[in-house]
């Protein structure tokens, strides 16, 4: 996977060098460049804001130098040409803004699929929304939130949406087993984990981790993930498909208050 990504502070994606991300970057599995958008400027100050027409507070960002900075990680007009010839999917752009789509880990599991991504870190007001127009012609444009608040700038946004999205790259975590059974990956939060000492501060790890017994322990994980569900995101489970679900899980959740209806989970009145 190739990764661009354009901002006007591109230290602050220095820690995408470590971890996990660096040694998939170092082992060749994804490519990740960070772009000055002052390097795109002309004027002696390197500037890329102005104020907003219509008046208002604060400053938007310019589009020239951000079609110019697209432009430089666009693959050149004619290879352009014949990867879509080819059938191939434009470079996809991701416009970090609280007023996107929000991210989820599945829309991660789709972005892991691509082959080249480029994220635009705004700043200030934002960018001026002809860039998004312009843009259209050449990216498949995606904005997208990383939850209901206003951070300062993309980066930070763009630091979680690299990470969650790179994490999934075949290759880049070690056990392909253990992003199946995170959290969100199925639509249910994750069971809770426990490792040495068995004791601790006389709080017990659950018996039942200790027993040996392989049914039993993956019987309670699942319960747990429905019970931690239901208290901390029922409105995971308002979206759960629950077409396919055992009797055995259907049982669990009917004793938590919850019954099969039409293939969707029903809270029931009288459980409160
Ligand atoms: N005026 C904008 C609005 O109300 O929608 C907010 C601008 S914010 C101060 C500056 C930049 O931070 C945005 O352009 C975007 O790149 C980034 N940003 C802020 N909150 C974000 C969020 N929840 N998700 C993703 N990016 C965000």
């Known amino acids: 996977m190739r990764i661009d990504v354009v901002s006007i502070f591109p ?13 998939a970057r170092q082992d060749g599995l994804l490519s990740l460049d960070v772009h000055d958008l002052r390097d795109f400027t002309t004027d002696r100050h390197r500037t890329v804001d102005d104020t907003p027409y219509g008046g208002g507070a604060g400053m938007v960002m310019k589009p ?58 705004g700043r200030y007001e934002g960018i001026d929304e002809r860039v998004l127009d312009w843009s259209r012609e050449r990216f498949d444009v995606r904005p997208v939130s990383l939850g209901d608040y206003v951070l300062n700038g993309g ?16 290759g880049v975590v070690g056990n392909a087993e253990s992003l199946i059974e995170e959290s969100h990956s199925d639509g249910l939060l994750e069971y809770p984990v426990y490792t040495k000492p068995s004791s601790w501060r006389e709080h017990e790890v659950p018996e039942v981790l200790l027993s040996g017994n392989h049914g039993k322990i993956a019987r309670w994980r699942r319960h747990q993930q429905f019970e ?17 679900l055992p009797g055995a899980d259907r049982e669990a959740f009917a004793q938590l208050g919850y019954d099969v209806v039409d293939g969707r989970l029903r809270r029931r009145p009288e459980a409160g």
């Open 11 to 23: 230290e602050y994606l220095e820690p995408l060098k470590l971890s996990l991300i660096g040694k």
């Open 64 to 121: 020239e130098p951000w079609a110019q900075a697209l432009e430089s990680v666009l693959p050149p007009e004619a290879e352009r040409g014949a990867a879509e010839t080819a059938g191939d999917s434009r470079p996809v752009l991701i416009v970090p803004s609280p007023a996107g789509a929000r991210f989820t880990q599945a829309m991660a599991y789709e972005l892991a699929e691509e082959e080249h991504l480029v994220f635009a870190c």
């Open 155 to 170: 980066e930070v946004a763009v630091m979680a949406m690299v990470e969650a999205i790179g994490r999934l790259v075949p």
């Open 228 to 244: 931690r569900t239901a208290e901390r995101r029922p409105d995971l489970l308002e979206e759960f498909d629950a077409t396919a």
